[in-house]
């Protein structure tokens, strides 16, 4: 089982930044993609930005230029910096992980509980 605990959410001003981290703990074998999602009120879940564990980054469009993930695979931990943020950023942003638990094992899918960002204009 794999637990993801994320950290570095909180309210700031439009045009300022903020570092998400996520650290995943547990019995695995690998993570293979590491991501956030984000999902505001009224809103379905989606996706911010991924990171394979060679380092292939994906991005949404709307965050394209602004944010910034990466990873470190011998702390397992992936990061999102978020800069030049804007009111529309406001969610909770969870940590998403993709891995196995053994070299046999099909590959399964977890969530952390999130974290609130607030942008205020």
């Known amino acids: 089982q794999v637990q993801l605990v994320e950290s570095g959410g909180g309210l700031v001003q439009a045009g300022g930044s903020l570092r998400l981290s996520c650290a995943a703990s547990?019995?695995?074998?690998?993570?293979?993609?590491m991501g956030w999602y984000r999902q505001a009120p009224g809103k379905q879940r989606e996706l911010v930005a991924t990171?394979?564990?060679?380092?292939?980054?994906n991005y949404a469009d709307s965050v394209k230029g602004r944010f910034t993930i990466s990873r470190d695979n011998a702390k397992n931990t992936v990061y999102l910096e978020m800069n030049s943020l804007k009111p529309e950023d406001t969610a909770v942003y969870y940590c998403?992980?993709?891995?196995?638990?053994?070299?046999?094992?099909?590959?399964?899918?977890?969530w952390g509980q999130g974290t609130q960002v607030t942008v205020s204009s």
């Open positions: 547990g019995s695995f074998f690998r993570l293979n993609t």
């Open positions: 990171i394979t564990s060679g380092g292939n980054t």
């Open positions: 998403n992980a993709k891995g196995r638990a053994t070299p046999l094992s099909y590959e399964v899918q977890y």
